[in-house]
């Protein structure tokens, strides 16, 4: 089992920004396939942003146009740039990734490994 972790989170002011990251230390896992997700109180996890082995970002439509994923294969980490932060952000934030399908294919989401979240809180 691969443990993801985050970080970045914190309390920032409406307009603001913030950058996460997701790494596996300790590690031989090579993050890829990854994807970030939210969970707010009393909502279900969703699905913010995305990309593929290939390198394909994918955003939900609540977050296009602000948040940008990246990624860096050397450093093995994986970053979620937030800006123009609303109170509607506010959520604990997970990394989530995994290993491919047998035959070389992106596996579907929710991938295998989860990290334990970080705090988003963004005030009014």
């Known amino acids: 089992q691969v443990q993801l972790v985050e970080s970045g989170g914190g309390l920032v002011q409406a307009g603001g920004s913030l950058r996460l990251s997701c790494a596996a230390p300790?590690?031989?896992?090579?993050?890829?396939?990854m994807g970030w997700y939210r969970q707010a109180p009393g909502k279900q996890r969703e699905l913010v942003a995305s990309i593929t082995r290939g390198g394909n970002t994918n955003y939900a439509d609540s977050v296009k146009g602000r948040f940008t994923l990246s990624r860096d294969n050397v450093k093995n980490m994986v970053y979620l740039q937030m800006n123009s932060l609303k109170p509607t952000d506010t959520a604990n934030y997970y990394c989530n990734a995994g290993p491919s399908l047998d035959n070389g294919l992106d596996s579907p989401f929710p991938l295998a490994y989860w990290g334990r979240g970080t705090q988003v809180t963004v005030s009014s």
């Open positions: 300790g590690s031989t896992f090579s993050i890829n396939a």
